[in-house]
């Protein structure tokens, strides 16, 4: 049975350069599973955190966890998000990162890129219920933050999103609140897929 980990959470959820990263995954114990809330995902597999909602719980619980265990080498952020350029129950799997609110006299855009040919996901402090100014394919509450601790600690970093409701559509609240759990299977099966290329990759090298 993997660990589960679970960091008080709420009901509600939503609202550059490339780092330099090691590449060996052996065993399960090196691969962490990091989502906000048990209703987006559950794994008996890997070991799982439930951050609670939003940048500042994902951030701590992050950062908390990968400072106590140090022999993580891939993060995989799973969960909801609502899409902007893609299809209602569709996964998408997101490489490029950006704070979607953070914008201040003479600030500048922060990208945080782990891998370019995936999509682009924004994320805010809030639930989004209308189309952003920035350009994306979907959206979140979580994935920028969780992708900058990656980068500051220098582990490999993947985001995989299910499409539960479409940003600007009618009832979209709703359409997350029926639609939240439906992903779970499909979560899991990208999840096997992108650690078996992990692995495969890693036999590569050492050939």
């Known amino acids: 049975m993997a660990d589960v980990v679970d960091s008080k959470s709420t009901a509600e959820r939503r609202g550059g350069s490339t ?21 987006e995902y559950v794994d008996d597999k890997y070991t799982v955190i439930y951050t609670g909602v ?18 993580i080498k891939l993060v995989i952020n799973v969960g909801t ?5 893609c299809k209602k129950g569709q996964i998408i799997e997101c490489g490029i990162f950006e704070d979607g609110q ?17 999509s682009k996901i924004l994320t805010f402090d809030n639930f989004i219920c209308k189309k952003p100014k920035k350009d994306c394919e979907c959206v979140d509450m979580e994935s920028f933050a969780l992708a900058k601790v990656c980068k500051l600690l220098n582990v490999n970093f993947k985001c995989v999103k299910y499409i539960t409701d479409i940003v600007g559509k009618k ?16 979560l899991k099966k990208q999840i096997e897929k992108i ?3 992990q692995l495969t990759s890693e036999e590569d090298v050492v050939r």
Do not use: C, H
């Open 195 to 197: 650690i078996k290329s």
């Open 54 to 71: 939003g940048k500042v719980n994902a951030s701590i619980n992050l950062y908390s966890y990968l400072s106590k265990n140090k022999n």
């Open 102 to 118: 953070l914008e201040y006299p003479g600030s500048i855009d922060e990208v945080i890129v782990f891998d370019e040919s995936k």
């Open 171 to 186: 009832n979209q609240k709703t359409e997350w609140v029926n639609n939240v759990e439906s992903g779970k299977d499909l």
């Open 81 to 85: 998000a609502g899409g902007i350029n």
């Open 19 to 39: 780092p330099s990263i090691p590449t060996k995954y052996f065993m399960n114990r090196d691969i962490l599973i990091v989502t906000a809330l048990s209703e």
